[in-house]
């Protein structure tokens, strides 16, 4: 038996026992004079026998299958040759490899010698013998846990604290999930960075000016010994972030005024949903739009006055990541006009001042760090932003500020070095994860920023 | 006096300037305009341009052959048994009955040109049906199958044969001609595209078909949904309603704000450091694929059912608590049930942006080229979204459309979903 279909009895076996002991509980209540006589509610004491069957059945299943691998690979370690544990530890992985290998599949990459037949045969074995041990020890667990619990059910049992309690450990363990997500995110970008800085300086790679990822896979081929100096992501991130931000910003903050000051309640109504629709397109969408429309478009514009413009500029990329992020700043900044208090407004128009005037002059200062806190916001979003620059930005690194030219990002660096066949250990993929910590560690500054800025402006008005 | 004075200066002065400044007041209004319809346009300019590239795709060019399926072109047996079936060759019986058509094509650079009109799926297709009804063998019969995507697009299109020189293809002038022949004589038809619906990937154009693509989606998006939405509702319900205003509760609090912001590519980072090379899951299956993505939309659930158990108010909570019921019993039974056509709301909208995400499935590996439907969730397999990618990288013309109907579909699905929500949020939304 697999173990999700044991999962699975496991989870039917408590669905099972919670029936059983709320039947019981009603008959319990019955000799001692009714509900009123229990702690409980029938339904309490039916959790708590579901929970005492399923709980400890469940963690010895993951326990199990935890530890599992170790102790086989140790019990086989026994049955290695002797010129093989001569060999080495390379061989001996190989040697496991080969057999783990027989055993799922038929297919190995060396001769499948008698011996080795005779490991598989014996892991084979080995693996039978394991998962038969864990569905007897998983299933008389789970029957004894039950039985235990049907026995406590009683006038004074207090089932629902108990429950309760139970439930309480598990809203704060989803709760932290969230804390484990960052350790998660954090820890596997930090490991992975230091194996990479290990092998290649770090200043060489923050201040470097050439990116040329190849690196030999043999030790004798020449001319790729790779050179990992990100200065040209990191500019090309910015010139097209900064396209985008020049054409999300005028558009998104007059939207938003517009919006927030002039419009009526109905066109407000329709607007505001239209434009959020270009926030839920999927990314991929503008990414081919940007490629296939957008880039010959300025190419073809570029071309005819006279401008060599390449089919991979960054100004489209970076434009069309511009329309994809107006939406975020407007919906932000409306956010914060509005939250303009109306006293400010109605203080500007009884000196007499136009309501254009009134917004540039009294709304808009008032309003100006949730707006900054706002474009910093979109301004992550560009910089984290994949998809669009890995289908319309090209993969030449360059440094330039001439937005005809194609440059690439850190994003689509990663995406190219992880994509496609790759070997774990070599300081290409571990590059790939070197700028995904400079990624993640620029966005989460621009973001803690942002957020304080624009709670900072949000206590203020409140 | 000289305040007098001073005052009816002030006054004609404003006066003077009263012109200029309701021009630049309405100059400010109309930038404000222009930009709402520029950011509207580029909208509809986007959507038009997807819709106008996908539609053909939604059509597939079938030709009309006549099979004359004899045991010996077959290379079979007078009464073949199935093994023997299986390796007939029916390529053989497909292009005979091309030659028939156009006995004119007789070189071999001819010949090759003549098959090309027709798709390679075309053997399987006679393939399928021998193997169905083997009693066929020895008959002859007119059968419709699908074009190459060259003279496809070109039919599709309503191109017109008579002026071949107009027409943008790779077609040379023979196949061509051929064509035309084949259109006069009623064996070319336009159908609505099946196979678009029923197939996995393929290198040709004709064939492929988002199938596989949606299944993926599917099981990714089940585990998503799996995953984040009980973890997501317990999270908020313990933030909302039990946790005590201390020092951990703001970091977690911080914590998830910032992890909505944490772009997409890093949970693909993630993924693949720990998911993958740590424990060993499989790559390129959708059950890796829905735990990152179920980690990357839970920070918007969680935002979106805390603002929805907020809403609920503190007279409901402490009626529940003076009829005895205890801090569990509160939520679970009336603060929950109220809240939840707003945390299904946020679950819906949360979901909707994992079917579109791209990037962090990249990492894990689910740009494999799926040609088989996935069967389970830890099957080799790809998304909606995914397929589009790969496929606007395709250098084939034909899959330009492709490219464009896959966005089509995968834009149907979040508009439903986004309906979903809305409708659900417009029925069952209380205001207190």
């Not at chain 1, 039916?46 to 326990?63: E, H, S």
């Not at chain 1, 397109?281 to 296939?292: M, Q, R, S």
């Amino acid at each position: 038996m697999s173990a999700t279909t044991l999962v699975l009895v496991a989870i039917a076996l408590a669905a099972l026992s919670f029936a059983y002991g709320r039947m019981q509980a009603f008959q319990v209540a019955s000799k001692h004079g009714g509900m009123k006589s229990m702690h409980s509610l029938p339904s309490h004491y039916g959790m708590m026998v579901a929970l005492w069957c399923a709980l400890p059945a469940l963690a010895i299943i993951i326990g199990w299958k935890l530890i599992e691998p170790t102790v086989i690979s140790s019990v086989l370690d026994g049955s290695i040759p002797q010129e093989i544990v001569d060999a080495g530890p390379k061989t001996i992985e190989l040697y496991k490899n080969d057999i783990g290998n027989l055993v799922d599949s038929d297919k190995i990459s060396g001769i499948a010698d008698a011996g080795k037949k005779l490991a598989a045969e014996k892991l084979r074995g080995l693996r039978h013998i394991s998962s038969v041990a864990l569905m007897i020890l998983a299933l008389c667990v789970a029957v004894v846990g039950a039985s235990l619990a049907l026995k406590r059910i009683k006038p004074n049992t207090r089932a629902r604290v108990t429950v309760e309690k139970i439930v309480r450990f598990f809203l704060i363990g989803s709760a932290s999930i969230a804390i484990l997500t960052t350790v998660g995110i954090v820890a596997s970008v930090i490991f992975e960075s230091l194996r990479f800085f290990q092998q290649v300086d770090f200043f060489d790679f923050v201040a470097g000016t050439q990116w040329s990822p190849q690196t030999a896979i043999r030790a004798d081929q020449a001319g790729s010994s790779g050179s990992f100096g990100a200065v040209p992501l990191f500019v090309g991130t910015l010139l097209i972030s900064f396209i985008a931000m020049i054409v999300a910003v005028p558009f998104g903050l007059l939207s938003a005024i517009y919006l927030a000051e002039y419009a009526s309640r109905r066109v407000r109504s329709i607007v505001k949903p239209l434009l959020e629709i270009l926030a839920g397109i999927p990314t991929v969408v503008y990414g081919f739009f940007a490629a296939l429309t957008v880039a010959p478009a300025i190419r073809h514009v570029g071309e005819s006055i006279g401008l060599s413009v390449s089919s991979e500029s960054a100004l489209a990329a970076g434009a069309v990541m511009g329309i994809m992020i107006i939406p975020f700043v407007s919906s932000l900044s409306d956010d914060v006009i509005t939250a303009v208090p109306q006293a400010m407004r109605d203080g500007s128009y009884g000196l007499g001042s136009t309501k254009s005037e009134t917004i540039r002059q009294v709304v808009i200062p008032a309003a100006l760090p949730g707006i900054v806190g706002g474009i910093l916001l979109a301004a992550s979003r560009a910089i984290g932003e994949t998809m669009i620059v890995v289908m319309a930005a090209g993969l030449a690194a360059k440094i330039t500020a001439n937005p005809l030219e194609a440059v690439t990002t850190v994003t689509v660096q990663i995406v190219t070095l992880l994509t496609g066949d790759q070997e774990f250990d070599s300081a290409k993929t571990l590059a790939a994860f070197a700028l995904g910590l400079m990624l993640f560690v620029v966005t989460l500054c621009l973001n803690v920023i942002a957020l304080q800025v624009v709670r900072k402006y949000r206590e203020q008005y409140e | 006096m000289s305040a007098d004075k001073s005052i009816t200066d002030t006054t004609t002065l404003v006066r003077r300037s009263l012109a200029k400044r309701h021009a630049a007041e309405k100059r400010f209004r109309a930038y404000g305009i222009f930009a709402i319809v520029a950011s509207l346009s580029f909208l509809v300019i986007l959507l038009v341009s997807i819709i106008s590239k996908g539609l053909p795709a939604f059509k597939a060019t079938y030709v009309n052959l006549d099979i004359n399926l004899s045991a010996e072109a077959l290379g079979v047996s007078e009464s073949p048994d199935r093994t023997e079936l299986r390796s007939a060759s029916y390529n053989t019986v497909i292009r005979e009955s091309l030659r028939e058509l156009f006995p004119e094509a007789s070189s071999r650079r001819e010949k090759k040109d003549l098959y090309a009109l027709v798709s390679n799926g075309a053997e399987y297709d006679l393939f399928d049906l021998v193997i169905e009804n083997p009693e066929i063998i020895g008959t002859t019969f007119s059968l419709w199958v699908l074009a190459d995507d060259e003279m496809g697009s070109v039919i599709k299109n309503g191109d017109d044969l008579t002026n071949p020189e107009n027409i943008v293809t790779r077609m040379n002038e023979n196949q061509l001609s051929w064509a035309k022949k084949l259109q006069d004589d009623g064996r070319l038809d336009v159908r609505f595209n099946t196979a678009f619906f029923e197939n996995g990937d393929s290198r040709e154009p004709e064939l492929a078909g988002i199938k596989a693509a949606l299944i993926g989606s599917a099981f990714t998006l089940l585990i998503t949904f799996s995953l984040s939405f009980p973890i997501a509702v317990a999270a908020a319900i313990y933030l909302e309603e039990f946790a005590p205003q201390n020092r951990w509760t703001d970091v977690v609090e911080v914590n998830i704000n910032n992890l909505a912001a944490v772009p997409s590519i890093v949970f693909g980072l993630l993924g693949l450091a720990v998911f993958i090379n740590y424990f060993h899951l499989p790559r390129s299956a959708p059950v890796v694929g829905g735990i990152v993505l179920s980690l990357m939309t839970l920070p918007t659930i969680i935002i979106s059912s805390r603002a929805a158990l907020k809403a609920v108010p503190p007279s409901i909570r402490e009626a529940a608590r003076g009829l005895g019921a205890s801090d569990l019993q509160v939520v679970t039974h009336h603060v929950l049930p109220l809240a939840m056509p707003g945390i299904l709301t946020g679950t819906i909208i949360g979901l909707a942006q994992a079917l579109g995400e791209t990037a962090p499935l990249l990492m894990i590996g689910m740009v494999a080229f799926i040609v088989d439907i996935p069967q389970s969730v830890t099957d080799s397999a790809t998304v909606l979204p995914v397929q589009v990618f790969l496929w606007a990288d395709s250098p084939e013309r034909a899959f330009v459309e492709k490219t464009s109907a896959a966005i089509m579909v995968l834009l149907a699905f979040l508009v439903a979903m986004n309906a979903v929500a809305v409708f659900l949020r417009k029925r069952f939304e209380r205001r207190w």
